[in-house]
């Protein structure tokens, strides 16, 4: 990143000087007319010097700024609601396991302990094998011949 600031940097910098080398290099009286002539100059000085022009951001008044401002609180409401359902879910997946756990301790001294022990084995879901878009470890057959039909 840093680079690259500094490539913009140096950029920016003989642009400048070649402009200046560029405006500066006639003299005398006709240099104004030959400047006003060519617009080059202007549009490189524009385009490299001024900051871009941003659209405004069109402001809203009366009904439109009343809808938006209720479209803005329904779906704040929205997530509101959907993140306490989530949490929810959560709590009550969490109460289950710790009842499970305690009536498991209560059952079998011996399975509460194995349950509570962390397996240095892989479980499932991290040892499946996800389908991927990589190629094949064979390869390309190169003395593969399609069919002939007849």
């Known amino acids: 990143m840093l680079s690259l600031l500094r490539q913009k940097a140096t950029r920016l910098f003989y642009t400048r000087q070649s402009i200046r080398l560029v405006s500066t290099q006639s003299s005398g009286p006709s240099s104004s007319s030959q400047n006003n002539g060519d617009t080059r100059i202007e549009t490189i000085r524009r385009v490299l010097f001024e ?30 609601r959907e993140r306490e359902r989530k949490q929810r879910t959560l709590e009550k997946q969490f109460q289950s396991m710790h009842q499970a756990m305690n009536e498991l301790e209560k059952t079998s001294d011996r399975l509460f302990k194995g349950a509570m022990v962390k397996s240095r084995h892989i479980t499932y879901p991290i040892q499946a094998k996800l389908p991927t878009e990589t190629p094949s470890a064979q390869g390309w057959d190169y003395a593969y011949k399609a069919p002939t039909t007849n």
């Not at 700024?65 to 409401?77: G, N």
């Open 51 to 80: 900051s871009p022009q941003r659209p405004t951001i069109a402001l809203m008044e009366g009904e439109a700024l009343e809808q938006h401002d209720t479209i803005t609180r329904a779906w704040k409401l929205h997530t509101m």
